[in-house]
């Protein structure tokens, strides 16, 4: 055999097929995963649907129970339909992980195969092209040989390449996949913190039994002696998301301005911007407790992005406030990412700049202060005007208001919005649902301060 026939004879291109991580057995339980996920979210917005039925018809036992049983059912749903979701992000990560380790062993296949190439073509590097060619008695095959073997060098450094691409493309799925299980790690903190109203709950459905013993004549009894007059209501305490605490009755006056100003419910602003029982767990728990150039450790940096504590100091700057002094929101530290929110509104420097316009025409207040009341909630109020307005939210709307109605939907998804920005459909439940129920409830207590409740 010729040496250059030898060489090419040694060297195969090598052909790349994923690892067997995608077992039949794999593949299978991520079916059954995506199969039940659907059905749970199927059966949230039947539970929903339910509760806005009944929060119509009249105060009764049986309708207090039924409600009372519809959301302790969605919850539960709701908490296992997170575990679910976390355990299908962590197959599909597991699955990436092998693929890279995979082509990384390629990789280093096909860099072995080129450096042995090159140290056989280096052997043959003592002898003249005059003097290889002597050896075969067809010149031609030479020849073709000689250009085989440079398409041979050219079709290992592609197969190189190619491994490489491959790799960085799972890398970043990998990546990706990785940021959706963070979030589902999130929304499953907030669904911890309905868990503990969903026991609250139970408790409350076997109390009423236990003391009603059934009997409606007794239930309203028990329920007229729990109704709130208007000066109750005024005078329980009201807590900001940023932190902080007013009246009822005095964070109602302030929302209703901007009701007002951009037709956005009172009720609907106020429940937003309220933390409740969510002050030790995952979403108040972090929120105004920072400063923006404080260090954090996971990963290295500050609690503000860089990128937005240019913005940041110009706001602090112009209202003549301390940067350093200021609170902010602090980094999730679970998920690595920043902090760096402002006030009761928790707008990031960026996004508040682009409202404060729009908030010194209501308020007056030049420049507007995120840690001020007024400006933060028509903060809020301007920032949900748009996401009502938005088509995307009246898209979703309008396809599913045969299940619910529309304007709980809006609002659901307006208030996910705030949460999570782009991102809201993942949040439409467990945030956005919470927000609307909070916000139905705070709306039956404003229609008692303006003497509009149902006798």
């Given at each position: 055999m010729r040496i250059l026939t030898l060489i090419l004879v040694v060297f195969a291109i090598p052909i790349f097929t994923f690892a067997q991580s995608d077992s039949s057995e794999v593949n299978a339980r991520k079916a059954e995963l995506e199969t039940q996920l659907k059905e749970y979210e199927r059966q949230i917005e039947e539970f929903q649907g339910l509760v806005q039925g009944k929060q119509k018809e009249r105060t009764s036992l049986e309708r207090d129970i039924a409600l009372l049983n519809a959301k302790i059912s969605s919850a539960k749903i709701a908490i296992r339909s997170r575990d679910l979701e976390i355990e299908k992000l962590s197959i599909e990560i597991n699955q990436r992980s092998q693929n890279i380790t995979h082509l990384k062993g390629e990789s280093a296949q096909v860099l072995a195969s080129i450096s042995d190439f090159?140290?056989?073509?280096?052997?043959?590097?003592?002898?003249?092209?005059?003097?290889?060619?002597?050896?075969?008695?067809?010149?031609?095959?030479?020849?073709?040989?000689?250009?085989?073997?440079?398409?041979?060098?050219?079709?290992?450094?592609?197969?190189l390449l190619r491994f490489q691409d491959l790799k960085e493309t799972e890398e970043t799925a990998r990546e990706d996949l990785r940021v959706k299980k963070d979030e589902a790690v999130e929304l499953r903190a907030i669904q911890q913190l309905q868990k503990r109203q969903l026991d609250a709950n139970e408790k409350e459905k076997q109390n009423i039994l236990k003391i009603t013993k059934g009997e409606e004549a007794r239930y309203q009894s028990i329920v007229q002696e729990k109704q709130k007059n208007a000066a109750e209501i005024r005078t329980q305490i009201f807590k900001l998301f940023g932190g902080g605490q007013l009246s009822f009755g005095e964070a109602y006056d302030i929302a209703k301005i901007a009701e007002r100003a951009t037709g956005v419910r009172a009720a609907f602003i106020l429940a937003v911007l309220t933390q409740e029982s969510a002050i030790d767990g995952a979403i108040g728990a972090n929120v105004g407790k920072c400063f923006y150039n404080t260090p954090r450790s996971n990963p290295s940096g500050t609690v503000m992005k860089n990128d937005q504590k240019k913005d940041f100091l110009a706001i602090t700057g112009a209202l003549g406030l301390n940067p350093d002094t200021m609170p902010v929101s602090c980094p999730i530290t679970a998920h690595g990412s920043y902090g760096g929110a402002m006030g009761p509104a928790q707008f990031m420097p960026k996004t508040w700049l682009l409202y404060e316009d729009d908030i010194k025409q209501i308020t007056n207040n030049n420049p507007p202060n995120p840690w001020n009341n007024s400006d933060a909630f028509v903060a809020t109020a301007l920032y949900l005007k748009n996401s009502l307005d938005s088509q995307g939210c009246k898209n979703y709307a309008n396809q599913n208001q045969k299940i619910l109605p529309y304007q709980f939907l809006l609002e659901r998804c307006a208030a996910a919005q705030y949460y999570a920005g782009g991102n809201w459909f993942k949040f439409r439940f467990a945030y956005g649902d919470p927000v609307v129920d909070r916000a139905d409830q705070f709306q039956r207590d404003i229609n008692v301060l303006s003497g509009l409740a149902r006798r």
């Open positions: 090159l140290r056989r073509i280096n052997e043959t590097d003592n002898l003249s092209a005059f003097e290889l060619a002597l050896l075969y008695e067809d010149v031609a095959e030479f020849f073709n040989e000689l250009e085989s073997l440079g398409k041979l060098q050219d079709s290992l450094y592609e197969s």
